[in-house]
C-alpha cells in the first residue's frame, strides 16, 4: 500500500492535511483531510455574560468576524425574547452586507485567482496576492484594493473595529447613524454595485469565454449529488442576515424548511477519531459515511448552496445574474462544486445591492436603533449565512444572562464531508495504476479552493496558493516519488 | 544589497492579524518592495519543509501570531525562533494568550468532552474522540495533540518584541515595519507598535471625577451618554489599566474597552489592577455597599482578565 501525504496545506492555517492512500494497483483506495485544531470556545465561554458574547465568539475568525458578531446579537436577542426594532435589524444588515463585498472580492480575486484569472498553470511566483495584481494590472488591482480598504473602512465607523467589529448588542446596535454618514454610504454603496458589475464581466470574459474552463468546471471529478442547505427570505429569496433554513435535496426539490430555533430537529454531528472537526449530517437522513445522494445525510451549505435553494435573488441585477448561470448550467440544481465561483459572485453583486437598499431607506437614521431587554433570558438561537455556510449560535443562560451552555455549528464545518468527498474524488480521478502528475496537484487544490474553506474558523483561508508536497512511498515507506510545488 | 527576509506565520489563532496586516492597503506594494518574504502561509506558497532547510537565523525578523494549543504550534514556535533573528509576538494571542486563552478557565479535557460528547447537536453514541494516532484499514492517520492548558509564544520560547492588539491596527502595524526597515531596533524585550500611557489617554471622551453608585451591563443601559467616560456611567471599561495604541475604537461605539492592547506599562497583573482601580471608585464608605455594587460587576474573571489570563499572574483557573 502506498500513502500519498500532503503537507502542509497551509490555507487551512497549515494546520490541514491530507493523506491519500493507494491500493496494489495505485488506484486511490482511501482518502482523508484532518483537521487537526480546537480552541473550545462552547466550553469557556460558560460563565460568561450573554451580552459579552458577541464580543468574545467574534474572535472564532478574523476572517468572517462580522458573521459570529450578528448570529451571536441575534442569539442574544432570542435569549431575551426580543424582536428589535426596525433600524436595528436594518443597521446590522447593512453592514453585514458590507462585509460580504469584501469578503468576497477577496476570495474571487486572490484566492480563486490563480485557478481562473492566472490560469491553472500560472507561473508559481505569481500566486500570491502581489502576482495577481501583477497580471491583471495595476488599475485593476488598484479597483481590488481600495475596495477592500473602503469596505473596512466603512465597517470600522459602523462596528468600532475595521476586524472584530463589535457594535451589534443584544437588542439591537450600540450605536446609530447619522444623516452625513447615510449619504456617504450610498454613494458608497452605488461604487460597490459597479465594482460587482465589473467583476461578473470580468468572470465573463476570464473563464465563461474559455471552453477549457467551462469543461472543467462542468466534469464529474469535481461533482457531488447532496442535499443543500441555506437561509432565504419569506418569498424563498436569499438572505444572509434573515430568514428559515431551506434544505433542497440532490434533485433540486425543497427537502425541509424550518426556523433556526429548531435546527436540532435537524442537524445532527458525526464524529471521527482522525479530525478534530465535526461531520454534520441531516439527522432524519442520517449518517451513511462519506457518500453523496438521496439516502446519504451529508449536504453542502457554500454560496452555489445558497443559490441551489433559493427561488432567485432579492435584488434585479443578481437575479438577472442568477437566471443567467442556472440557463448555462442546465437549470437547477447545480452540483459543480466549481460553479460555486459564479454564485459566489452572483451574491458578491446582491450584496452590493442590498447595501444601496438598505442604507436609501429613510428609517436606517432612526432613533430606534436599539432596545432594552425587559424578559427573563433563557435560551437562544441565531443564525446567518456566513460567506462559507450556515452559522448557527446557540445559547442557554440561567436568569441572570450567564452563559450554562453555548453550541455552536459555524459555516465550513457543513462542508467538512464534502470536502473530505472532493479531495477523495479528484485523487480518484488523477491517480491511476500509481500515476501522478502535476496536474494533481493543482486539481486537488481546486477542489479545495471552491468551499472557499474556513475550517472550524478555527482554521482559514487567505489569499494565496497553496503549497503543496506530494510524497508516495512504497509499501516499506521508501521515498518512491516527491512532487513539489514551491 | 539583499531584502531582509520576513516571515509571519499563524499558530493558534483566527486570522485576524493576517486580515489587520492586509489592512495597511496599498502599503502591502511598500513592503513587497523592502523586504523578502520567505514564509507566510496565509498569501504564498511556503512549506515548513522549507523552513527546516533554511540556515538558522537565516530569517532576520519574523511575526508569530497566535497562541500555543497543541503540539504543532509549539514546534513551529521552536523552529521559527531558531531559523528567526527577531521574533517578534505578533498580536494578542502570541503576546498575552487572547480569547482562546480563556481556555485555562477549564482544561483540554473538558473542553473536548463538551464538544465531542454533552453538546446538543452532537450523536456520539459511541463515545468517539479525536486521538493522536488512528489505525484505518489502509494504514495510519496521524493529528497533533492538544495541550492542557495554552501558553503564550513568550512561555515557551525567547521572545525579542511583544505587539499587542487583537488585532493590532493597521497604523500600528505600519509604523513598526518602518522602524524595523529603518534598523533602528528597540531593546530586546521591548513591547512595539503601542503608545505610551493608557486607552483612557487616548480616549476623547470627557473625564471627570469618577464616583459610581451603580453599575450596568451594556445592554441594560439605553440612553449612553456619547460624549462621557464610560466608567462615570456606571459601564465596565478597562481602559484605566490597558496600554495605548489602538486609538480607543471600542468607546467609540459606545461600548467599553475590554483590554485587547494588554496591560498598560508598569501593571504586572491585568485583572488584579483593574479590579483595585475599579472597587475604588465606588461612591461610598459602607463595606457593605461597597460590597453591593461590586456584586453589580458579573464575571469579573472573564471581564479583566479576558485577553491576558494565560500571561497574568493567575494564569489559568485555580
Not at chain 1, 478574523?62 to 426580543?82: F, I, N, Q, R, T
Not at chain 1, 500560472?122 to 497580471?135: E, T
Request: glycine share 8%; hydrophobic share 35%; proline share 6%.
Amino acid at each position: 500500500m502506498k500513502k500519498v501525504t500532503i503537507d502542509p496545506i497551509t490555507r487551512l492555517e497549515g494546520h490541514g492535511k491530507i493523506e491519500i492512500f493507494l491500493d496494489d494497483g495505485g488506484n486511490v483506495a482511501d482518502a482523508y483531510l484532518q483537521i487537526p485544531e480546537l480552541r473550545g470556545f462552547e466550553k469557556f465561554c460558560q460563565g460568561r455574560p450573554v451580552e459579552e458574547m458577541p464580543r468574545i465568539t467574534s474572535r472564532i475568525c478574523g476572517v468572517c468576524p462580522e458573521a459570529h458578531l450578528m448570529a451571536s446579537a441575534k442569539a442574544c436577542d432570542a435569549v431575551y425574547h426580543m424582536d428589535i426594532p426596525r433600524t436595528a435589524k436594518m443597521l446590522r444588515e447593512l453592514l453585514y452586507n458590507i462585509f460580504y463585498v469584501t469578503d468576497h472580492t477577496t476570495h474571487f480575486y486572490a484566492l480563486a485567482g490563480p485557478d481562473f484569472v492566472v490560469g491553472p498553470d500560472a507561473p508559481k511566483a505569481q500566486r500570491n496576492i502581489l502576482g495577481i495584481i501583477h497580471k491583471v494590472g495595476v488599475e485593476i488591482g488598484g479597483k481590488v484594493v481600495g475596495m477592500r480598504g473602503m469596505c473596512h473602512e466603512l465597517i470600522k465607523q459602523m462596528g468600532g473595529k475595521s476586524v472584530h467589529p463589535i457594535s451589534a448588542i443584544p437588542g439591537g446596535m450600540s450605536k446609530g447613524m447619522t444623516k452625513e454618514e447615510q449619504a456617504d454610504i450610498i454613494k458608497k454603496g452605488e461604487e460597490a454595485v459597479e465594482f460587482a458589475k465589473f467583476t461578473i464581466q470580468f468572470f465573463n470574459d476570464i473563464v465563461l469565454k474559455n471552453k477549457a474552463y467551462v469543461d472543467l468546471i462542468l466534469s464529474d471529478t469535481f461533482t457531488h449529488q447532496t442535499y443543500n442547505m441555506g437561509l432565504v427570505d419569506e418569498k424563498n429569496f436569499s438572505n444572509f442576515y434573515h430568514g428559515d433554513i431551506r434544505v433542497t435535496g440532490p434533485d433540486g426539490k425543497e427537502y425541509v424548511k424550518f426556523k433556526e430555533a429548531d435546527y436540532l430537529d435537524h442537524i445532527e454531528e458525526h464524529v471521527e477519531p482522525w479530525s478534530y472537526l465535526k461531520f454534520p449530517f441531516l439527522k432524519n437522513v442520517g449518517w451513511k459515511g462519506f457518500v453523496d445522494g438521496t439516502k446519504s445525510g451529508v449536504y453542502k451549505a457554500t454560496p452555489l448552496s445558497r443559490c441551489n435553494v433559493s427561488d432567485g435573488m432579492a435584488t434585479p441585477l443578481a437575479n438577472e445574474e442568477h437566471d443567467r448561470m442556472y440557463k448555462t448550467l442546465g437549470g437547477k440544481p447545480v452540483h459543480q462544486t466549481l460553479a460555486t465561483h459564479w454564485a459566489r459572485i452572483i451574491e458578491l453583486l446582491y450584496s452590493a445591492e442590498r447595501w444601496v437598499e438598505l442604507a436609501s431607506d429613510p428609517e436606517i437614521i432612526g432613533p430606534d436603533f436599539r432596545m432594552v431587554p425587559t424578559e427573563t433570558p433563557d435560551e437562544g438561537v441565531g443564525v446567518v449565512e456566513a460567506p462559507r455556510g450556515t452559522l448557527y449560535h446557540h445559547y442557554k443562560t440561567d436568569e441572570n444572562g450567564i452563559i450554562k451552555e453555548a453550541n455552536l455549528i459555524v459555516g465550513t464545518t457543513h462542508n467538512n464531508a464534502p470536502i473530505n468527498m472532493s479531495v477523495k474524488k479528484a485523487a480518484e480521478g488523477l491517480i491511476k495504476n500509481g500515476k501522478v502528475n502535476d496536474g494533481l496537484l493543482n486539481m486537488v487544490e481546486m477542489a479545495f479552493r471552491a468551499y472557499d474553506p474556513c475550517f472550524g474558523c478555527a482554521t482559514h483561508t487567505l489569499p494565496g496558493q497553496m503549497p503543496l508536497i506530494i510524497k508516495i512511498y512504497d509499501a516499506r515507506q521508501d521515498l518512491l516519488e516527491e512532487l513539489r510545488r514551491d | 544589497m539583499a531584502k531582509p527576509k520576513f516571515a509571519i506565520y499563524w499558530a493558534g489563532s483566527c486570522g485576524g492579524c493576517e486580515i489587520a496586516f492586509l489592512d495597511i492597503r496599498e502599503k502591502i506594494l511598500d513592503v513587497d518592495k523592502a523586504v523578502d518574504l520567505v514564509f507566510c502561509p496565509c498569501i504564498m506558497d511556503t512549506k515548513y519543509e522549507d523552513v527546516e532547510a533554511m540556515s538558522d537565523g537565516e530569517i532576520d525578523v519574523c511575526l508569530y501570531n497566535g497562541c500555543i494549543r497543541n503540539e504543532e504550534n509549539l514546534h513551529i514556535a521552536e523552529l521559527l525562533r531558531k531559523k528567526s533573528k527577531v521574533l517578534v509576538a505578533y498580536g494578542s494571542c502570541a503576546s498575552e494568550g487572547c480569547i482562546p486563552g480563556l481556555g485555562n478557565l477549564t482544561d483540554s479535557e473538558a473542553i473536548q468532552k463538551y464538544v465531542y460528547e454533552e453538546s446538543p447537536s452532537t450523536g456520539n453514541p459511541k463515545k468517539v474522540y479525536p486521538k493522536s494516532t488512528t489505525k484505518i484499514k489502509a494504514g495510519e492517520l496521524t493529528i497533533p495533540e492538544m495541550f492542557k492548558y495554552v501558553r503564550t509564544l513568550g512561555q515557551v520560547v525567547d521572545v525579542d518584541y511583544f505587539m499587542p492588539g487583537c488585532p493590532p491596527v493597521a497604523e500600528q502595524i505600519w509604523a513598526v515595519i518602518e522602524v524595523i526597515l529603518s534598523g533602528k531596533l528597540p531593546p530586546k524585550g521591548s513591547v512595539i507598535g503601542v503608545n505610551s500611557k493608557t486607552v483612557c489617554d487616548e480616549c476623547e471622551r470627557t473625564k471627570d471625577e469618577k464616583r459610581i453608585k451603580q453599575f450596568y451591563r451594556p445592554h441594560m443601559i439605553k440612553d449612553i451618554d456619547p460624549e462621557k467616560c464610560l466608567l462615570e456611567q456606571g459601564l465596565i471599561c478597562n481602559g484605566p489599566a490597558t496600554r495605548a495604541g489602538c486609538g480607543a475604537l471600542c468607546p467609540s461605539v459606545n461600548l467599553g474597552c475590554r483590554g485587547c492592547y494588554g496591560p498598560a506599562e508598569g501593571i504586572q497583573d491585568m485583572g488584579g489592577k483593574l479590579a483595585g482601580a475599579i472597587a475604588s471608585i465606588i461612591d461610598s464608605d459602607d463595606p457593605e455597599e461597597i460590597e453591593k455594587v461590586v456584586d453589580q460587576i458579573v464575571d469579573p474573571v472573564g471581564t479583566f482578565y479576558r485577553f491576558n489570563l494565560p500571561s497574568s499572574l493567575l494564569g489559568r483557573r485555580v
